[in-house]
């Protein structure tokens, strides 16, 4: 926690009542607050946080460090690290010991409550990022918390991405969130973040995969934007305040740009000689390449006049304090005084501490791990005594340092100000300073973590100790902070020896790590080139290592989209294999994935025939499982279920009888079996699958395979009709897959998620969702990307918008004969397309081309042409009614295209059956032939409770209730309603629920009010007692009995007292209650309202306008005699 900002007052018109009124709000919120260096960003943070405090807030503040950005989580350790280590333990525990040990791989002072995670994948690790999310909840318990992360542009990948989390998943608590950066310099994930936050969606690349909030839809919280910018003439001189050289004020005006800082540098420069030191970064490259990178920002940045000024001020100090200020400089954005003196090398009894006790220092002991022996002091420089708290009162009193919140923690009063001192230091001696640096937090006991940032920069090729401790700190960074880690493996690299004409097992190692964290950390094609350079490095003589890497470098292509060059690379290598071994099975098993990315499903069953009699033959069990579950997928994807079926039960057995060190090396391919055992419609094979594939992997640091096994078991649970639980797991998966370059995986959670959101009734969410899983899907289209403009195509036909949804479900198939979904569910998109052409024909009759069914359009535009689309369904002809083909007629004919593919590929499937079924019924209702609707409708729900499909059967009841309505039969169709609302209610499915609910109300019968979007439901109103108890309304459950009775402070709360309620509970004629003399309609209206539903939302459900709405809930509240809608609820409970 630092201070930090100019010491001048900006004007005060800078902070503004817009940025100072989100401190009075008591409630979750986020300020992003953005400009160039020295624009007052830190200023503003210091006067909002004050404010803050002023309130009696909860205040803590932290930054990202321009030469600490490898330092895993440094941001959000700096802003609050030291304050966990104050809070009571007990406290802390409540979060739960899991919790703890995810915070303890975040924060050191929580290491001694916890223990850090190893056991969890690196695509896991926002599961730490919940757990902070937890703990920020925690901490504004008691009062409101402002959380200030300055200079985020400078944050590290980790610490960003925790951000990230955070905005789209803001705490459940009065948290707010003080953010500020450069945008120039902002990483990618945060700029997506931001505009996430804001409701943008941004443009498909990089940061696309990473802006999870357009995406999710999560963010709840509020925020607020601030771009400053350059100060006016007019404010510069109010800045400058009592100097009256006019012509210099211009001239620093127009050298600063109206930049704050710079005019308050250059204002400072009065003061000072003429600078004696070049601010120039120096020609001479630093040995180890990495403080470059470190300087670029700012030397960039700042202008000659500004920097000039700076290194004035700097070489004015006297050579001792500025030896201390360099080593402060080297030592952390925020310091010590021992760490400081000890990197400038001050000899221990120049460096007492308050207490007396010698900082130590670097003490000669021959070993380079001690870092010891390149020093670079000059001896000639005389410190006449001056201790380190001596330097540390002079460079306060120069402003050049502040103290922060912390005892005996200092900081430089601006980040340039650090900058130029650490420049202001030769390159050699600025090693030295980081060797000596490392070396005092060994003898501190300081983990390698720690250490590794100045080792990285001090090392000497060829030291073995350094390589050790760097591959240390990159193992206990990768799960956490891969991108840390991925750096220092790095390093660990360039120090290590080379070996001479033999192989060098520990930097194959070193690179396979490097390459996993480099694959978690969004550097795919830097992971590409370290597997390449590894197959560089193993010789042919172990042809089964070389598969392996193989292997893996087609993952990496396949996730990029370049499926081309992944079948290149592996039929390079069988070329050469010899086809009887280990090697070209792998190979061959290999190629038959890769023909699954493509859908070219023929394909996957030749080469999968060609490899199973080789692992048969090779005897392997690990390889013969691979081989069988491979098998039973190709089979299903080129049409032969039966045999997929049988293979899948062997697979099963094979699969279960391995041990998991056995089932490892072979993982993904266990949840490959779990989706196939998924689509055969085994449920409970393919739940214990996926459950293990999904475990093994978050224990074991397999992020592509916990991210398949993530969205297959969200897709299993809302098959299963559980749709809450499908959307926390497709919630989950989503948030894996944002954190690393497995666009197909992220492209098909959201489609997931698309869908259930659709389930649940929220089209809003579902729109937007099912817009962005297109967005990122591949351009060329694989097999995984499909279901993004497939169930972005349900999304659309629920919304009202046929039209669209053909186009969308035909961009993302192929076309009409849907060539990229196998055979065996065709089905299910084709009665989509029956039900498209069918909503097509009501619209035209009504006269209308709109939603119509309360959601809006997608916050998009429609997507343009992409590669390989196909014809849109206006070119497609005789196929649909936009070629003078009557509605029911094309819809006549997606129907006998479903009955058709579910005979040939899915008769063995009784959940594919159904939907073929559902798609006659469909269209036998729509020609006005009941009965054979009624028929097939039944058919189709029995089919799907075979299966275990309880929507699909809802959905199927549903309609066989509209079936038997139009034969005259009520009491059946009433019947069947029930039926499928209880069993739609059950699953949480809202949307196909309420269709149910909607038909039973025009039959006259009574029903619950369901839940809101997202799966739950809430309390229903219902009304108990019996003649003579009035019509009291109490919240219950369906099945449930609910308890009556409203406290007076709940009544208070919303306005009306209990005298008032009861006055109000009263009809004005004396008899009854107010309640009882609202007509059917508004009691409607009134529960809704009370629901908390809007006008808009209301009249989407009741297909009225708002107008309506709006004129009947101005009478529910004259008649309830209450003054606003929260007192709806209270009144109709009372």
Not at 290 to 306: F, G, H, K, N
Not at 1013 to 1027: E, I, L
């Amino acid at each position: 926690m630092t201070a930090g900002g100019p010491a001048a007052s900006a004007p005060k018109a800078r902070t503004g009542n817009g940025s100072a009124a989100v401190i009075r709000r008591p409630r979750a919120g986020w300020l992003e607050i953005s400009g160039e260096a020295g624009i007052g960003k830190s200023r503003l943070i210091d006067e909002l946080t004050s404010l803050a405090d002023q309130r009696g807030h909860l205040v803590l503040r932290g930054h990202g460090s321009e030469l600490e950005r490898d330092i895993p989580f440094n941001a959000i350790v700096d802003a609050l690290d030291d304050y966990l280590g104050a809070v009571d333990p007990d406290r802390l525990r409540t979060l739960g010991a899991d919790r703890l040990d995810e915070l303890a791989s975040v924060f050191p002072a929580l290491r001694r409550l916890g223990r850090a995670r190893t056991d969890t994948s690196e695509l896991d690790r926002w599961q730490a990022y919940r757990a902070v999310r937890r703990l920020l909840e925690l901490l504004a318990a008691e009062r409101p918390l402002v959380l200030a992360l300055d200079d985020l542009h400078w944050a590290d990948t980790a610490s960003a991405e925790l951000v990230a989390y955070l905005l789209r998943r803001p705490p459940a608590a009065a948290v707010l969130l003080v953010l500020s950066y450069r945008p120039r310099q902002a990483p990618a994930t945060l700029l997506a973040a931001f505009a996430g936050a804001a409701g943008v969606l941004p443009e498909p690349g990089t940061a696309d995969t990473v802006a999870p909030a357009a995406a999710t839809g999560a963010t709840g919280a509020d925020g607020t934007q601030i771009r400053l910018d350059a100060l006016s003439r007019a404010d510069a001189d109010l800045l400058l305040g009592p100097i009256r050289d006019q012509v210099a004020k211009a001239r620093w005006y127009r050298q600063s740009g109206g930049n704050p800082f710079y005019l308050e540098q250059l204002a400072r420069s009065r003061s000072f000689p003429p600078p004696i030191i070049a601010m120039d970064r120096p020609a001479a490259a630093v040995p180890t390449g990495a403080e470059d990178d470190d300087l670029d920002d700012l030397d960039d940045e700042v202008p000659p006049a500004v920097a000039a000024a700076v290194g004035a001020e700097i070489a004015a100090l006297p050579v001792a304090i500025r030896l201390f200020a360099q080593g402060a400089a080297v030592a952390g954005d925020t310091f010590d005084p021992e760490l400081a003196a000890a990197a400038a090398g001050l000899p221990p009894s120049q460096t007492e501490g308050a207490a007396g006790t010698p900082t130590p220092a670097a003490q000669p002991t021959g070993s380079s791990a001690d870092f010891s022996a390149n020093t670079n002091v000059d001896s000639n420089v005389d410190l006449n005594g001056i201790s380190s708290l001596d330097a540390v009162d002079v460079l306060i009193k120069a402003d050049v340092i502040r103290p922060t919140e912390l005892p005996r923690r200092f900081a430089f009063r601006h980040p340039i100000v650090r900058h130029a001192v650490y420049v202001s230091a030769g390159p050699g001696w600025r090693l030295g300073a980081h060797a000596r640096a490392a070396a005092a937090l060994a003898a501190r006991g300081a983990p390698a973590t720690a250490r590794a940032h100045h080792v990285e920069r001090a090392a000497l090729p060829g030291d073995e100790e350094a390589v050790t401790l760097l591959a240390a700190a990159a193992d206990a960074s990768r799960l956490r902070a891969p991108a840390a880690a991925a750096r220092w493996y790095d390093a660990a690299l360039r120090l290590l020896p080379a070996a001479v004409g033999e192989i060098d097992p520990r930097r194959i190692a070193l690179l396979a790590r490097l390459a996993s964290a480099l694959d978690s950390s969004y550097q795919p094609e830097r992971a590409r080139d370290v597997l390449d350079e590894i197959l560089g490095l193993i010789p042919s003589s172990l042809p089964e290592e070389r598969a392996h890497v193989i292997a893996l470098r087609s993952a990496v292509d396949h996730m990029l989209g370049r499926h081309g060059e992944a079948r290149a690379l592996v039929l390079d290598a069988l070329a050469t294999a010899d086809p009887a071994t280990r090697e070209g099975c792998l190979l061959r098993l290999q190629l038959v994935i890769d023909h699954f990315y493509t859908g070219e499903y023929d394909g996957m069953r030749r080469w999968q025939r060609e490899a199973h009699p080789l692992a048969e033959r090779l005897g392997d069990p690990a390889l013969l499982a691979v081989s069988t579950g491979l098998l039973a997928g190709a089979e299903y994807m080129a049409s032969g279920v039966a045999s997929a079926d049988a293979g899948a039960t062997e697979a099963a057995r094979r699969y279960d009888l391995l041990a998991d060190d056995e089932v490892l090396p072979h993982l993904a391919m266990l949840a490959w079996l779990g989706w196939t055992e998924l689509y055969l419609e085994r449920f409970t094979d393919a739940a214990r699958h996926l459950d293990r594939a999904d475990s093994l992997a978050r224990r074991r640091g397999r992020g592509a395979t916990l991210a398949m096994a993530a969205v297959g078991r969200a897709t299993l649970a809302g098959w299963r009709g559980q749709v809450p639980e499908a959307a926390r797991l497709a919630d989950e998966a989503v948030e894996s897959c944002l954190l690393a370059p497995h666009l197909p995986f992220l492209s098909w959670a959201l489609a997931v998620r698309c869908w259930t959101a659709t389930l649940a009734g929220d089209l809003t969410e579902a729109l937007r969702l099912g817009a962005h899983a297109v967005r990122v899907a591949h351009p060329e289209t694989d097999a995984v990307s499909v279901l993004a403009g497939s169930h972005y195509a349900e999304a659309l036909v629920e919304a009202g918008q046929p039209d669209r949804a053909i186009d969308e479900l035909f961009a993302a198939t192929g076309g009409p004969d849907l060539p990229r979904v196998e055979e065996a569910y065709r089905p299910y998109w084709y009665e989509l397309l029956t039900r498209a052409e069918l909503a097509r024909r009501d619209l035209d009759r009504a006269g209308q081309r709109r939603p119509v069914l309360g959601a809006p359009s997608p916050p998009e535009p429609e997507p343009g042409p992409r590669p390989g689309r196909p014809p849109s369904r206006a070119g497609v002809a005789g196929l649909t009614a936009d070629n003078g083909v009557d509605g029911v007629a094309a819809a006549e004919r997606w129907a006998r295209r479903a009955e058709r593919a579910a005979a040939h590929a899915g008769g063995g499937l009784p959940g594919r059956t159904a939907s073929a079924l559902r798609a006659r019924a469909a269209v036998e209702l729509a020609r006005g032939d009941a009965a054979a609707a009624t028929k097939a409708a039944l058919a189709s729900a029995a089919a799907a409770e075979r299966a275990g499909l309880p929507i699909e059967s809802g959905r199927s009841l549903t309609l066989a209730g509209r079936a038997l309505t139009a034969v005259g039969d009520t009491a059946a169709a009433i019947g069947e309603l029930r039926r499928a609302e209880s069993r739609l209610r059950a699953a949480g499915a809202r949307r196909p629920g309420d269709e149910a609910a909607r038909l039973l109300r025009q039959l006259g019968e009574k029903v619950a009010r369901g839940g809101r979007p997202g799966g739950s439901w809430r309390p229903a109103f219902r009304q108990v007692g019996g003649p003579g108890a009035g019509d009291g309304l109490t919240a219950g459950t369906s099945g449930t009995s609910g308890t009556s009775g409203t406290s007076a402070g709940t009544l208070a709360a919303v306005g009306v007292t209990s005298a008032g309620a009861a006055q109000a509970g009263a009809g004005n004629d004396g008899t009854g209650t107010a309640a009882a003399r609202l007509s059917a309609r508004e009691r409607q209206i009134a529960e809704l309202v009370a629901a908390g539903q809007t006008n808009k939302q209301i009249a989407a459900e009741l297909f009225v306008s708002e107008k309506t709405v709006e004129s009947h809930v101005t009478k529910v509240l004259a008649k309830l005699g209450v003054p606003s809608r929260a007192a709806v609820g209270a009144i109709l409970r009372f």
